[in-house]
């Protein structure tokens, strides 16, 4: 433990404050913890830990960052922002606002009980407002509602002046008097992830009502009953589903391995405004049995007989399993809670505007039938593709309209693997663990490899002429696209922000450029200056 007196603003380090979320992610070597509870005091201590530690200094807010950008051996202190959590009406700015140190869970409960307002974010409660609303941050009421920097009108953020070396607070939005200030606002909305400053608050003039009503239903198969060819049928059929379905509805298609017995599928459906509830369980009932009807000419469902894991929607429970799960929407957010434990993971992303092509799905296929050396059948019985709906609300934004410039996709996808082990904190890579580890990446980085073969291993649409894939999302970060270190972190963000990155008139380098010349905020995949 580091010593109490490190700092003036900083406190004692503890053993918790080296770990990240994902427990591949440590700080051996931090030395100090700043905690703000105010503007002020936010001001004066990311001033004095730059001051002190320069890039070293990391800022976090839920801790769940999916790559080491926070936690990892370089890192000599931490912002940590959890002490500025407050969700409520600001009377003088006529806004909403949402402090970066909030959870989810924070968030929804305060808009829902105080103001019977939502914000179409994530479903695990306890991800960080702070990185999760800048990063384009999406969930399950987005098709009817779209991203969550699609509702943003503001930004309170600390940014780093070289030329003074001092930390400078600064409200900024689409309506700021400076072309720079809008400029930021704007790289704020989807690239503002430890790229430009520390973010405090955010504002939203309006937003959307909370649903009254949800409901949730499932369907799963057996993998004894599915082919190759019932897979591709079962793939297929999917990517017509999302497209039919009606924005108040959102689905999770959990391909899990094997090992793990079934996949499934969670629908959740909210009510429209004005709907009774019998209006909306009977037209619900009527989708269900349409769904269970479509997909069950391929393969015939089968309960659920397992929860279903995977970020987001990890499922604790079996629900809705055989019928309509009937809830109201605090129940539905309960439910849909998609945190889960703290593990070992690796993930990957890619967005689809189009159904998948017949080798994308027989790579799919062979890689979810795969296990690694180095592991048994059983300790891959969390890994998985989930394929979210998508579209919607989302698409009728401009894709230079934010930082986020893929607004044509019908899918969301995201690979995972999660594994667990005895080490202690940090040891997690280390002999005898790390044949394990090794073991979880190889067969992760080979599956999203393949599927992309003829994209060059990534869903890069400039090699793409068929106009399928459109990206990686930045929120769901993945070092093996590319880094600064490794000298090809323009692969990465390229495929994040597409021509939003360097090629359009406004674009991500040159505001870095402009606000961040020293390139203070700095990890593995931020935009660089130059």
Known sequence: MSSPSASVGARAVVLSDRQGFNRRWFAPKLEAVYVPRNDTEAVAQIGEAISRFGRDVKVVSGRHCYEDFAYNGTTRAVVDMSSMSRVGWDEGRAAFFVEAGCENWTVYRTLLNGFNKTLPAGSCYSVGAGGHITGGGYGLLSRLHGLTVDHLSAVDIVTWNASSKSAELHHVSAASSSSDERDLFWALQGAGCGNFGVILRYYFDALPDAPEFASIYTLSW?????????????????????????????????????????????????????????????????????????????????????????????????????????????????????????????????YMNKGFPSNQVAAIYHWLHTTPNGVSESDMSQSLLQVDSYGGAINRVASTATAVPQRDAIMKLQYQTYWLNASRPGEGAQPPYDVQTDAHLRWINDFYREVYVEYGGTPDPSNDPTGTVAGAYYNYPDNVLGTHSKGDVDHALWLYFLDNFRKNPRNLVAVKRWWDPADVFHHEQSIPVV
Do not use: C
């Not at 689905?251 to 709907?275: D, E, N, T, Y």
């Not at 889960?340 to 993930?347: E, S």
């Open 222 to 350: 057996d993998w004894t009953a599915i082919d190759a060819q019932s897979f591709a049928d079962l793939l297929a059929e999917y990517a017509e589903f999302v497209q039919s379905l009606p924005e108040t509805d959102f689905s999770l298609l959990k391909l899990m391995h094997v090992s793990a017995g079934q996949i499934g599928m969670v629908v959740q459906a909210v009510s429209p405004a004005g709907a009774t509830l019998l209006e909306h369980r009977a037209e619900v009932e009527r989708r269900y049995v349409e769904a269970r009807t479509r997909f069950g000419a391929i393969v015939e469902p089968a309960p659920l007989r397992y929860p279903l894991g995977g970020h987001p929607g990890w499922t604790t429970s079996v629900v809705g399993n055989d019928s309509v799960q009937n809830v109201t929407y605090l129940e539905a957010l309960q439910t849909m809670n998609s945190s889960g434990p703290n593990q070992f993971g690796k993930y990957k992303s890619a």
